[in-house]
């Protein structure tokens, strides 16, 4: 995952804008591919860590039990995890995402998306969530 920074300040919400080829998946159960991006929402919930919620995000899986499955984190937005601050800060996902138009009609309403994603670039920079 990589995807530009917006800072926030006391009016506008610290926001990271993902495009497709920016979200990219390995080790995963089942082959994934990006088909759209979208954007993240980071807000603070204790000294320096932040809690992430994901828009617009979409996806598909290729089951060999169901077929193509596509699933998205939708425009209203979806809880995907938390923020630990430090060097590096570490994105922990643990998110129910609902099923998407395109999808197979047998595919499971609701998909699990599990992932820990540690900040890599800039090399040795500290990420850190506080309020405005």
Not at 26 to 48: A, D, K, W, Y
Not at 93 to 98: M, T
Request: hydrophobic letters at 35%; one cysteine or more.
């Amino acid at each position: 995952m990589k995807g530009t920074l917006f800072n926030g300040n006391a009016t506008a919400t610290a926001e990271v804008g993902i495009s497709a080829s920016e979200l990219t998946w390995s080790s995963c159960s089942f082959p994934t591919t990006t088909l759209g991006g979208g954007r993240l929402e980071i807000h603070q919930t204790g000294t320096s860590d932040g809690t992430v919620t994901g828009f617009e995000i979409e996806v598909t899986i290729n089951t060999l039990l169901f077929g193509s499955c596509v699933y998205t984190l939708g425009e209203k937005g979806t809880h995907m995890g938390t923020i630990t601050s430090g060097s590096p800060a570490v994105f922990t996902v643990n998110a129910l995402v609902k099923r998407g138009p395109g999808s197979n009609v047998v595919c499971p309403e609701t998909g699990k998306w599990t992932a820990t994603y540690k900040l890599t670039a800039p090399p040795s920079t500290a990420l850190f969530v506080a309020s405005s």
